[in-house]
């Protein structure tokens, strides 16, 4: 996967606004008004937020005739999650390490005290 492509997904994702549409769409398609509607900023607000969105990979919008439905596009998100889960793995096998050392040392403490 490409840098930038993984960069444009977080970007998109850094803003709780475009995190709420992605939520939405996640149950369905919806229209820029439906969409619009729990926030309080305008419509052409919300289409710069959806273009956001839609240049990141992570929507794509329908043409049906007047209803242009706005959809959710799982494959960025899914690029992002796997790229996270390699640090996730990462930092857990060093915790564990971690963790091991640690009852080490106390067996050892213990072995001494006794």
């Known amino acids: 996967m490409a840098v930038d492509q993984l ?3 977080f970007s998109a994702l850094a803003d709780p606004t475009r995190r709420a549409i992605l ?16 926030f309080d900023m305008s419509l052409p ?3 710069k937020h959806l273009k956001v969105l839609e ?3 992570l929507i794509e919008r329908g043409r049906e005739a007047q209803w ?20 996730r793995q990462h930092w857990e ?8 050392y640690l009852q080490e040392l106390q067996a050892s403490e213990q ?3 006794d």
Do not use: H, M
């Open 7 to 9: 960069s444009n997904t």
């Open 68 to 87: 242009r439905p706005c959809r959710l596009k799982a494959e960025p998100l899914k690029d992002a999650a796997e790229w996270i889960e390699g640090y």
């Open 23 to 38: 939520g939405r769409l996640a149950d369905g398609e919806a229209t820029v008004s439906e969409l619009a509607s729990p």
């Open 45 to 47: 607000a919300v289409s």
């Open 93 to 100: 096998e060093r915790f564990q390490r971690l963790d091991d």
């Open 55 to 57: 240049r990141a990979g």
């Open 111 to 113: 072995q001494d005290e």
